[in-house]
């Protein structure tokens, strides 16, 4: 059964704490993301990785740092530097053809709790 | 900047009525656009993707229009029903990458038996 799993649901953290959150396709797809939502606000891209050991910068990156060591997997890690950390954090991932990426698969995302 | 709104934050219809949901964008011209549906707690479902050369485009009850000139998209669900009570977004890819995307607010709708 194919998809994006995202673990934990629910994670509850005390204010300067790092934390990481897990994100794993079997997809095969090139291309994850991180995407925080907050209440009335659209996705915001946190980081992006097009291939394995590469990744960059979307347009909330400070305070959030991620890796892309295999083409399954891409954690986040939210540091204490981030000013304010709770949101539901969403993972994403899509094919890469002719130079674009298509339709994006979601996992089912975290809510952080930052206390 | 590149700019994306969404119409109205609740969109309220009769079950069977048509919903007709809009997405307007400033600033920019996106190579394509896409819908998705998104439930309460839980990550967004793709529904349709449509490119800047593509008027219209259908799957089963919806329908997405893409107007590059008034630069607005248009997602229609026709003889909506309960089910279908979710909040849409849509995504536009950034200009002068092929890997990225601004997404929408969103607007909730709900269809009332």
């Known amino acids: 059964d194919g998809g994006i799993t995202q673990s934990p649901k629910y994670l509850f953290r005390k204010e300067g704490q790092n934390v990481t959150l897990s994100c794993e396709q079997n997809?095969?797809?090139?291309?994850m993301y991180w995407y925080r939502q907050d209440p009335g606000q659209g996705l915001r891209l946190i980081y992006y990785?097009?291939?394995?050991?590469?990744?960059q910068k979307g347009d909330i990156a400070e305070g959030y740092s991620v890796s892309r060591e295999k083409k399954e997997s891409f954690p986040l890690t939210v540091t204490s530097a981030q000013k304010n950390p709770t949101a539901f954090y969403l993972c994403?991932?899509?094919?890469?053809?002719?130079?674009?990426?298509?339709?994006?698969?979601f996992g089912p995302g975290t809510r952080l709790t930052v206390t | 900047s590149q700019k994306i709104e969404q119409n109205s934050e609740a969109l309220n219809i009769q079950e069977g009525k048509t919903a007709t949901l809009t997405c307007n964008y400033t600033?920019?011209?996106?190579?394509?656009l896409q819908w998705y549906r998104q439930d309460p707690g839980r990550g967004p479902v793709f529904l349709l993707l449509?490119?800047?050369?593509?008027k219209e485009k259908r799957k089963e009850r919806l329908k997405v229009t893409f107007d590059t000139t008034l630069k607005q998209s248009l997602f229609h669900i026709t003889a909506s029903q309960p089910a279908d009570s979710a909040t849409y977004l849509c995504?536009?890819?950034?200009?002068?990458?092929?890997?990225?995307?601004?997404f929408g607010t969103g607007t909730s709708l709900t269809v009332i038996p």
């Open positions: 994403a991932s899509s094919k890469w053809t002719s130079g674009r990426a298509g339709e994006q698969y």
């Open positions: 449509i490119r800047e050369n593509e």
């Open positions: 600033n920019y011209s996106p190579a394509y």
């Open positions: 997809l095969n797809h090139d291309a």
């Open positions: 990785s097009q291939i394995v050991n590469d990744f």
């Open positions: 995504a536009l890819d950034r200009v002068n990458t092929g890997n990225q995307f601004y």
